[in-house]
C-alpha cells in the first residue's frame, strides 16, 4: 500500500476520514505532544477507534519485527 500524506487541518483529516471504515479500523498514534490533539479529537468524534502509544513501544515493536529502519513509509 502507497504512503499518504495529508494535511494536519480539519480538511486534510477530512479527507483521510473519507478513507476510513470505522467498523473495520482501528487507529493507532504516537504520542507527540499537541500535533496529533485535532486528529484524535476528530478521529474520536467520527466513532473511529484510536489508540495513542508511547513512542518507545512503536520502536521496541518494530526491533520485534525485524524492522531497524524509522523512516515515514516504516511508521505508516
Known amino acids: 500500500m502507497p504512503t ?7 480538511k486534510g483529516i477530512e479527507t483521510f476520514l473519507a478513507q476510513l471504515d470505522k ?8 504520542v ?7 486528529l484524535l479529537q476528530i ?3 467520527h466513532e473511529i ?3 495513542m502509544v508511547n513512542p518507545k513501544q512503536i520502536k521496541h515493536f518494530a526491533r520485534m519485527m525485524l524492522v531497524i529502519t ?7
Open 70 to 76: 524509522k523512516t515515514d513509509k516504516v511508521d505508516a
Open 32 to 38: 507527540t505532544d499537541n500535533y496529533g490533539a485535532l
Open 49 to 51: 477507534v484510536v489508540s
Open 43 to 45: 478521529l474520536t468524534e
Open 4 to 10: 499518504i500524506t495529508y494535511k494536519n487541518d480539519p
Open 23 to 30: 467498523t473495520t479500523h482501528h487507529c493507532v498514534l504516537e
